[in-house]
């Protein structure tokens, strides 16, 4: 744990790798098959979107749930970096007063991490992996081998059928990422506005009070107070709110896309897909996963209403102006719908292909 870090991130990972467990079960999914299934999904996104990347995309890796706990763990640490350090800059108390407010602090907040991490662990089928807070590393395509397994347990229908499902639906955010150079950092530009308004917004007073609570109150309830439960008031200001929508804006055509693609691609082959739909749906309202653990420390829901409100949007959007018409989404940062466009799908379809003015 260095000085700039407020979670004891060892500590997280500790938890999270006792959460995930050590099953290495795949059931009928190798690394042969992922990257057969994922190499279909790129010929049946590439074929159907018309977005061509422009670079080399990351090979799919089949890996264990440890593995993918520890990019949980890792994401959210750099995700959160800069609201650590705000944190404890105001509880930098004299004395032992000080290293035992950090050190509990630190222990409560790496709990929630890492029970949040671990159960996502277990649940999450595939997942594309890429910086989302300005550290520079490649991106990866990542499937969660035991849950696939036991998802398609539980689901049912042809093994290669299943996983090509699932393969469609990261390989569609490769080939979105891949395909437009601008996604990634305005994804990046929006998260750095968030977390730096909501630590300048910080006032080292409240940290402090909040740090004296830990000698009388649940350590884990005061971190949550000052890590999650207080940022919903720290995003509430005019900019940080705009910022916000932006954020839940983009996620949602992000995501609706990948679920459009996913549908659309994927119902022309078989009608095992559509039976698929339906089981998954069901089997999302317990659905774990870092996004989630993301929204908790912004004090926003997100994924669920990213995959129907965006989906609807895409879908709607498509039968009106087809394929060709959705993809202008990602013609500038821009382009994208507001919140509000989201709902109203043919406002966007008017504003996208209204002339320029003179």
Same mark, same amino acid.
């Given at each position: ?115 949040? =991490?671990?159960?996502? @662990?277990? $649940?999450? #089928? ?5 910086? &989302?807070? +300005?550290?520079?590393?490649?991106? /990866? ?119 459009? =693609?996913?549908?659309? @691609?994927? $119902?022309? #082959? ?5 039976? &698929?739909? +339906?089981?998954?749906?069901?089997? /999302? ?74």
């Amino acid at each position: 744990m260095s000085a700039a870090d407020l979670v004891d991130w060892r500590l997280a990972q500790r938890i999270a790798l006792g959460l995930a467990g050590d099953d290495r079960a795949t059931g009928p999914f190798d690394q042969a098959a992922v990257d057969s299934a994922c190499a279909d999904a790129l010929a049946l996104v590439t074929g159907y979107t018309g977005l061509r990347p422009t670079g080399a995309l990351p090979a799919p890796e089949l890996i264990d749930r440890a593995e993918w706990a520890r990019i949980g763990v890792r994401s959210l640490r750099e995700l959160s970096g800069r609201l650590e350090q705000r944190i404890v800059e105001g509880i930098s108390l004299p004395g032992p007063l000080g290293s035992m407010a950090r050190s509990l602090a630190g222990a409560a907040a790496a709990a929630e991490a890492g029970v949040a =991490v671990g159960y996502g @662990a277990r $649940k999450v #089928l595939g997942q594309y992996d890429l910086a &989302l807070a +300005g550290a520079r590393r490649d991106p /990866r395509l990542v499937f969660v081998g035991p849950n696939l397994a036991s998802a398609h347990a539980e689901l049912g229908e042809d093994a290669g059928l299943f996983l090509r499902w699932i393969a469609i639906h990261e390989t569609t955010h490769s080939i979105q990422f891949g395909s437009v150079a601008w996604l990634q950092p305005h994804l990046v530009a929006l998260l750095d506005r968030l977390i730096d308004g909501a630590s300048a917004r910080l006032d080292q007073t409240t940290v402090r009070s909040a740090a004296k609570r830990l000698f009388r109150a649940d350590p884990r309830e005061t971190i949550r107070t000052v890590m999650r439960g207080d940022l919903p008031r720290l995003l509430a200001g005019p900019e940080q709110t705009r910022t916000l929508d932006a954020l839940q804006a983009t996620m949602s055509v992000i995501e609706g896309y990948a679920e459009h =693609v996913m549908d659309a @691609a994927g $119902k022309s #082959l078989d009608p095992g897909y559509a039976r &698929l739909r +339906g089981r998954l749906e069901a089997r /999302r309202a317990n659905r774990g996963g870092l996004a989630e653990v993301i929204s908790r420390l912004l004090g926003v829901e997100l994924k669920l209403r990213q995959y129907r409100l965006g989906k609807a949007f895409c879908d709607a959007v498509a039968a009106d102006a087809g394929i060709e018409g959705l993809n202008e989404v990602w013609s500038s940062a821009e382009a994208l719908p507001t919140l509000e466009e989201l709902e109203r799908p043919r406002d966007w379809v008017h504003r996208a292909t209204a002339p320029a003015s003179a």
